[in-house]
């Protein structure tokens, strides 16, 4: 298994996210698990070529999930973090076939991603209040974490455990 950090940027992770304390907890006790027990964390950053892009202040992945050492980064253009990044070609190589999905955004790239997982036959996992998002012009961010998490994604494309369930699989 691997734990995919998706978008966690300085940029986009504000106190506007669904859950935002909760959410921030989370991740940071999910990574510090991951690299207690020797799991290995994967970072994807979105380039969007304009306001989000490299050399942008806010583009690094946020502080407080900030990647250590060796732990590996991809950047993606698009939605999904498996277009033309590499990551598939990676995950491949290293016949990994379980990856639990965090960060943001619920209903645009970790959507993409979860879909795409699936698509290239990984067992995709999704911990609780391990993504969010903010509010858009259909849905406020509650409703949409809640339609994905809950009736989207579960038992069709991954499996959504519990947070305390998510740490049990470390």
Known sequence: MVLLVVDAQDMIVTNQLFQYEIFVNNMKQLIHLARTKGIEIIYVRHDDGFELTKGVKGFEIFE???PMNEEKIF??????AFRDTGLL???RSKNEDTIMITGLQTD???DATIKCGFEHGFEVVVPAYCNTTVD???MTAEQSYKYYNENMWNSRYSR?????QACDLF
Request: aromatic share 22%.
């Open 160 to 164: 959504c455990v519990s947070f305390d």
């Open 75 to 80: 950047d993606k253009h698009v939605n999904s």
């Open 108 to 110: 645009y790239c970790i």
């Open 89 to 91: 070609e990676y995950l």
């Open 64 to 66: 407080q999930f900030a």
């Open 136 to 138: 858009n012009e259909y």
